[in-house]
């Protein structure tokens, strides 16, 4: 494709981010333009800041609108050490809920929240690799382990699934007397 400049690239990246089942990455996104992945990272800022409901994630870039439009959510608060990070994120794909970000109370910047927007088994080892390859640091090191879960899945039986399948593996923060 020749190179995209401008107003117009941003229209056409938008519409193929809308468009796409899954995330695209910055660099399929920079390539797809001919343009680098920095340019992809300002047109993505400038989209947002249009009110476009762009969200980026360990996969990619994702149009908020692409979400199940009948999902219901919940958040979950959630206690584990950070090697038990992938085992709690494929407890809750297995149970058939997307898990739509992490978020932790900081004592000087207040909730963080990250987009996981993982879904599959396939997404939590894209998502690790994602860490391992970057070198991250994973939210809940911030907080000792503990941090919130947005879990979204079609029904609340599947929510309630993923919360009791939490609970059987230890990684569900319950309230105690």
Same mark, same amino acid.
């Given at each position: 494709?020749?190179?995209?400049?401008?107003?117009?690239?941003?229209?056409?990246?938008?519409?193929?981010?809308?468009?796409?089942?899954?995330?695209?990455?910055?660099?399929?996104?920079?390539?797809?333009?001919?343009?680098?992945?920095?340019?992809?990272?300002?047109?993505?800022?400038?989209?947002?800041?249009?009110?476009?409901?762009?969200? !980026?994630?360990?996969?990619?870039?994702?149009?908020?609108?692409?979400?199940?439009?009948?999902?219901?959510?919940?958040?979950? !608060?959630?206690?584990?050490?950070?090697?038990?990070?992938?085992?709690?994120?494929?407890?809750?794909?297995? !149970?058939?809920?997307?898990?739509?970000?992490?978020?932790?109370?900081?004592?000087?910047?207040?909730?963080?929240?990250?987009?996981?927007?993982?879904?599959?088994?396939?997404?939590?080892?894209?998502?690790?690799?994602?860490?391992?390859?970057?070198?991250?640091?994973?939210?809940?090191?911030?907080?000792?382990?503990?941090?919130?879960?947005?879990?979204?899945?079609?029904?609340?039986?599947?929510?309630?699934?993923?919360?009791?399948?939490?609970?059987?593996?230890?990684?569900?923060?319950?309230?105690?007397?």
């Amino acid at each position: 494709m020749k190179k995209l400049y401008g107003e117009d690239r941003r229209q056409i990246l938008l519409e193929k981010i809308k468009t796409s089942s899954n995330p695209l990455t910055g660099s399929e996104l920079a390539a797809f333009a001919s343009v680098s992945r920095q340019v992809i990272v300002s047109d993505m800022t400038l989209l947002k800041a249009k009110g476009e409901p762009i969200i !980026a994630t360990s996969q990619g870039y994702l149009y908020m609108n692409s979400q199940a439009a009948g999902d219901i959510s919940r958040s979950i !608060a959630c206690l584990h050490k950070k090697e038990d990070t992938e085992r709690e994120l494929k407890v809750l794909v297995n !149970a058939g809920v997307t898990v739509k970000d992490v978020t932790v109370e900081h004592p000087v910047y207040g909730e963080l929240t990250a987009g996981i927007h993982v879904s599959t088994e396939q997404d939590v080892e894209r998502f690790m690799q994602r860490v391992r390859d970057t070198g991250a640091s994973y939210l809940l090191e911030l907080t000792g382990g503990y941090h919130l879960h947005t879990i979204t899945a079609p029904n609340v039986a599947m929510l309630e699934e993923a919360i009791r399948a939490m609970r059987e593996n230890g990684f569900l923060l319950e309230e105690t007397e």
